[in-house]
């Protein structure tokens, strides 16, 4: 078996206590240590992951695994989608949704045994605007929030402002006229988020989608409709607990195909990752469309 291992270095900062030199030499025993061949690659700038994600699957490999948060996790997929080869999954970001669902261990020794020694699972994949994605999608004031963290870079010395700022505008985002055609259904919707979600959670273990699965070949799409301060503030405690579809107000629908239309451009994002406003976006599952690494196998060795 061939593995490459691909490591943000910047991801998740210190966290763990662990330098860009210290996963490296993690990874590279890893390696040795399950006989695995491989080496081991650190990105340098956005949108690298991918482009060594694609050389790696044809280059032959067998599995290609992300070191980083949402967002090296999305790159490498995308390059990983469709082929032959497997995504492993080692958690450093601050969401790690996808990885959590997956019950990715959070230390990385035991994800690195698990990515190279593990079993595979074929799971769902989405395509949003074009652009690939697995974990959730969303419209709305997850995407302002997105587009609020990725302003930091890779600094968190702006977190605490950030997170006050973030509590205040969630009191006062306003709702949004939406058209939507659902496999065909057409809805008209106000919405302060409208969530379109593969697995169940952002990350955080913030559930988003409780009825979501996988590896149902359906996306579900989850509308927030309009609400005052102290209703939207009683949905935290939903967002934990795995309730929020059952919230008066909350509209769900599974689908194969999505398109949500809006008089004016509106911010989105995939996995995080901030994307262009637009008037019309459409959203498609890729059913079965990506192998990854879960627990199991010799990882439990």
Same mark, same amino acid.
């Given at each position: ?52 994600? &694609?050389? %790696? ?5 067998? +599995? @290609?695994? /992300?070191?980083? !948060?949402? $967002?090296?996790?999305? =790159?490498? #997929?995308?390059? &990983?989608? %469709? ?5 492993? +999954? @080692?958690? /450093?970001?601050? !969401?790690? $949704?996808?990885?959590? =669902?997956? #019950?990715?261990? &959070? ?195």
């Amino acid at each position: 078996m061939r593995a490459v291992i691909i490591i943000n270095p910047v991801a998740g900062g210190r966290a763990r206590g662990l330098t860009a030199a210290d996963r490296v030499g993690l990874a590279r025993r890893a390696l040795e240590q399950t006989g695995t061949a491989g080496e081991v690659v650190l990105t340098e700038r956005r949108g690298h992951a991918r482009g060594l994600s &694609v050389e %790696a699957v044809r280059s032959g490999c067998d +599995v @290609v695994v /992300a070191w980083g !948060g949402d $967002g090296t996790i999305n =790159e490498v #997929g995308a390059g &990983v989608i %469709a082929s032959p080869a497997a995504l492993g +999954v @080692v958690r /450093a970001g601050s !969401g790690n $949704g996808m990885a959590r =669902e997956l #019950g990715i261990p &959070v230390d990385p020794q035991a994800a690195l045994r698990v990515a190279l020694a593990g079993d595979e699972r074929l799971v769902d994949a989405g395509r949003f605007q074009g652009r690939t994605f697995f974990n959730v999608a969303g419209i709305g004031f997850d995407a302002w929030m997105a587009g609020c963290f990725d302003s930091l870079g890779g600094e968190r010395r702006g977190l605490a402002r950030y997170t006050i700022a973030t509590f205040r505008r969630g009191f006062t985002y306003p709702a949004a006229e939406y058209l939507l055609d659902v496999d065909g259904e057409r809805l008209e919707t106000r919405a302060l988020v409208l969530a379109i979600a593969n697995f169940r959670q952002y990350g955080g273990n913030v559930i988003v989608a409780p009825p979501a699965r996988p590896d149902d070949g359906l996306l579900d799409l989850v509308a927030v409709g309009p609400r005052g301060a102290a209703s939207r503030l009683l949905l935290v405690p939903r967002l934990y607990g795995g309730t929020l579809h059952l919230a008066s107000g909350v509209l769900v629908r599974r689908a194969r195909r999505i398109t949500v239309t809006t008089a004016e451009p509106a911010p989105s994002h995939v996995d995080g990752e901030p994307m262009p406003p637009a008037v019309r976006i459409e959203a498609e599952v890729l059913p079965g469309a990506l192998r990854v690494r879960v627990p199991g196998g010799r990882a439990r060795l």
